[in-house]
């Protein structure tokens, strides 16, 4: 070819691969990986818990046999019934009345806790978590020593003081003030540990802030602790009001429903009627009726808990 002709262009080089198509590899892999780990977790969360949930509603549309289908019959026959609807006052009063003695006692120990020395904090918690790591079976059964109406520690005690003994079994009223100081007594430890937990984590910043705007104690507690710990705080009381509801041994062995069945809740009597009585489909009935109330009171909580989590981002 003469000098004179044109050369053909250079052919383009080739182009970069775009650094967004190697993120988006990237982010894959590592949503493959976490779905890996995650897995035998969720195969375990179908296996105790969504599995049992879909049986239960299964049993709960057949008859006492399990031979036939019949709807809605159970659930229309427990509403019927004068028991249950005392089952459900009972459940309401334990769990409302238990997390709310347990907050406000975990709260109070919590801040206790938090203006000790770091060395005393140590021996302190270790102390009070006592309650919460003996297993409840074991320590109820320590409580039903001192409530036993022949050999009670409390009613010897009261009498060695003049005052009369105490029926704490026996009554309806005092059976369900003791089951209820047990679940306090037994419950109040987890409360304190997330809330002290929760206060370590607010900024000494806000503390001196506050006070040199010249806030008083209550007003620190009110303005700067609460807000902090909000989230906390409904995370810990949802927790505690589902694991309350679905409380079994400290009512089956204090009371076993009694007296008459007015401290019955809703795991004691579904074990009562579905295993004692052998009406299986009739107590999977009464234990899907705790399903309702929870979901609707977590729902909210977890939609507030969303709400002041974007308000603070």
């Known amino acids: 070819m003469s000098q004179g002709t044109l050369s053909a262009p250079a052919a383009p080089a080739a182009a970069a691969p775009p650094r967004g198509g190697a993120l988006k590899r990237l982010s894959r892999r590592n949503s493959t990986v976490a779905f890996l780990l995650t897995l035998p977790l969720i195969l375990l969360i179908l296996g105790l818990v969504v599995y049992p949930f879909l049986y239960a509603i299964y ?63 140590r021996k302190w918690r270790g102390m009070l978590l006592v309650p919460w790591v003996i297993p409840p079976a074991i320590s109820t059964l320590a409580w039903w020593w001192l409530f036993d109406p022949s050999y009670s520690a409390f009613n010897w005690a009261l009498m060695g003081i003049g005052v009369d003994p105490v029926p704490w079994l026996g009554q309806a009223g005092w059976a369900r003030f003791s089951v209820i100081l ?52 409904s995370i810990t009381v949802l927790f505690s009001l589902i694991v309350t509801f679905a409380n079994f041994d400290i009512v089956r062995i204090l009371t076993n429903g009694g007296p008459q069945d007015t401290t019955h809740v809703f795991a004691t009597y579904a074990f009562q009627v579905g295993i004692q009585s052998g009406d299986i489909p009739l107590g999977a009935s009464v234990s899907l009726f705790m399903f309702p109330l929870l979901a609707v009171f977590a729902i909210f909580t977890l939609r507030g808990v969303n709400r002041r989590s974007k308000e603070m981002a």
């Open 59 to 121: 049993l709960s549309t057949l008859n006492r046999r399990m031979t036939r289908f019949i709807g809605w019959e159970n659930f229309t026959f427990l509403l019927s019934r004068e028991t249950f609807w005392n089952v459900v006052f009972q459940s309401v009063l334990f769990a409302v009345s238990a997390v709310l003695l347990k907050a406000l006692i975990g709260f109070i120990l919590a801040h206790v806790l938090h203006a000790l020395p770091a060395k005393g904090q």
């Open 182 to 233: 047990v679940n306090v007594w037994y419950g109040s430890p987890f409360f304190m540990i997330m809330y002290l937990a929760a206060l370590k984590s607010v900024p000494d910043q806000l503390y001196e802030a506050a006070a040199i705007d010249g806030a008083s104690g209550w007003q620190k507690l009110r303005y700067v602790t609460f807000p902090m710990m909000r989230n906390i705080i």
